[in-house]
């Protein structure tokens, strides 16, 4: 049986590069949220996130393991099998963007969280992202080293003695205030954990070309592929900072990437509250 593509809604957005983002496709014309069939849960906690924040969205099933051994032995794929189930998943997101003529769309994994107020940050950041672009790097688990603020905080965190009770204050409240800090876009330099991004019609046809040939002649996951089109200067490409979107799943207790106001949090989907964690994967052991 092949993955399933269907839709939450009957609604239709007008074909724009993007559009107002307090709307429910978040300012693009597509929301594309991904789901593996063997994490149930994970898809469950998106829809009940979509509906409490008036999401629209097309979900679409991850490509099978089993599909991917046999797309690995027919055109000679020599990424391991896992990789191949992702990467042949957003070949056919791009095979629809490019078929259907969509101008722009948000790719999201399910096994997410999401910040309450996400529609005033994309709100804001694509207010201020330049046009045109090629790619906007909305979810990321770990650190980029030209994200505005980033350096600063990581000599902070480095000078601060966390045995210090006071030092402890300290790094809680500089934490919190880089969390709420206002949303920024910037050239993303070498973006990695890729839970959400967007992508335009000309990009998206790009890789639709490219992906697949890719695939025979290297063994980079889809993680790395976007990160090399976002550094090698071939395409525009931002990321937001902070990530009003972060990985989550029910099956680790934290994944140590902080939210200021957790969707999931609030609806009791999740136990351990995201305000609490370090920003970013890589930071978590500067926390302490």
């Not at 790719?107 to 999401?114: G, K, L, P």
């Not at 906007?136 to 650190?143: D, I, Q, T």
């Not at 063994?219 to 990160?227: G, M, R, T, Y």
């Given at each position: 049986m092949?993955?399933?593509?269907?839709?939450?809604?009957?609604?239709?957005?007008q074909?724009?590069?993007?559009?107002?983002?307090?709307?429910?496709?978040?300012?693009?014309?597509?929301?594309?949220?991904?789901?593996?069939?063997?994490?149930?849960s994970?898809?469950?906690?998106?829809?009940?996130?979509?509906?409490?924040?008036?999401?629209?969205?097309r979900?679409?099933?991850?490509?099978?393991?089993?599909r991917?051994?046999?797309?690995?032995?027919?055109?000679?794929y020599?990424?391991n099998?896992?990789?191949?189930?992702?990467?042949?998943?957003?070949a056919?997101?791009?095979?629809?963007?490019?078929?259907h003529?969509?101008?722009?769309?948000l790719?999201?994994?399910?096994?997410?969280?999401?910040e309450?107020?996400?529609k005033?940050?994309?709100?804001?950041?694509?207010?201020?992202i330049?046009?045109?672009?090629?790619m906007?790097?909305?979810?990321?688990?770990?650190?980029e080293?030209?994200?505005?603020?980033?350096?600063e905080?990581?000599?902070?965190?480095?000078q601060?003695?966390?045995?210090?009770?006071?030092?402890?204050?300290?790094r809680?409240?500089a934490?919190r205030?880089?969390?709420s800090?206002?949303?920024r876009?910037?050239?993303?330099?070498?973006?990695?954990?890729?839970?959400?991004?967007?992508?335009g019609?000309?990009?998206?046809?790009?890789?639709?070309?490219?992906?697949?040939?890719?695939?025979?002649?290297d063994?980079?996951?889809?993680?790395?592929?976007?990160?090399d089109?976002?550094?090698?200067?071939?395409?525009?490409?931002?990321?937001?900072s902070?990530?009003?979107?972060?990985?989550?799943?029910?099956?680790h207790?934290?994944?140590?990437?902080?939210l200021t106001?957790?969707?999931?949090?609030?609806?009791?989907?999740?136990q351990?509250?995201?305000?609490?964690?370090?920003?970013?994967?890589?930071?978590a052991?500067?926390?302490?």
């Open positions: 092949p993955p399933q593509i269907y839709r939450s809604q009957p609604n239709e957005s074909p724009r590069i993007y559009s107002d983002a307090m709307n429910s496709t978040l300012g693009f014309q597509r929301v594309y949220v991904v789901y593996s069939a063997s994490d149930p994970s898809l469950e906690n998106f829809k009940s996130i979509a509906v409490l924040l008036d999401i629209d969205a979900y679409i099933e991850q490509t099978s393991i089993e991917a051994n046999t797309l690995q032995r027919q055109h000679a020599l990424a099998p896992v990789e191949i189930a992702e990467l042949d998943t957003h056919r997101i791009y095979a629809h963007m490019a078929r003529d969509i101008q722009s769309a790719i999201i994994q399910s096994s997410v969280d999401m309450l107020d996400i005033l940050r994309m709100a804001s950041a694509l207010g201020d330049p046009d045109p672009y090629d906007l790097f909305v979810g990321r688990h770990y650190a080293p030209t994200e505005p603020h980033v350096q905080m990581m000599t902070f965190l480095r601060t003695n966390s045995s210090d009770p006071s030092a402890q204050m300290q809680v409240w934490k205030e880089f969390a800090r206002k949303t876009v910037y050239l993303s330099s070498f973006p990695s954990g890729i839970s959400a991004y967007a992508i019609r000309q990009m998206a046809r790009r890789l639709h070309h490219r992906l697949r040939v890719r695939m025979t002649v063994k980079h996951d889809l993680d790395f592929i976007l990160a089109v976002a550094m090698v200067g071939l395409s525009i490409a931002y990321s937001m902070p990530s009003p979107i972060a990985a989550y799943t029910t099956r207790v934290s994944d140590n990437q902080l106001h957790s969707a999931l949090h609030v609806m009791s989907l999740r351990d509250d995201p305000a609490m964690l370090s920003p970013y994967k890589d930071w052991s500067m926390w302490t």
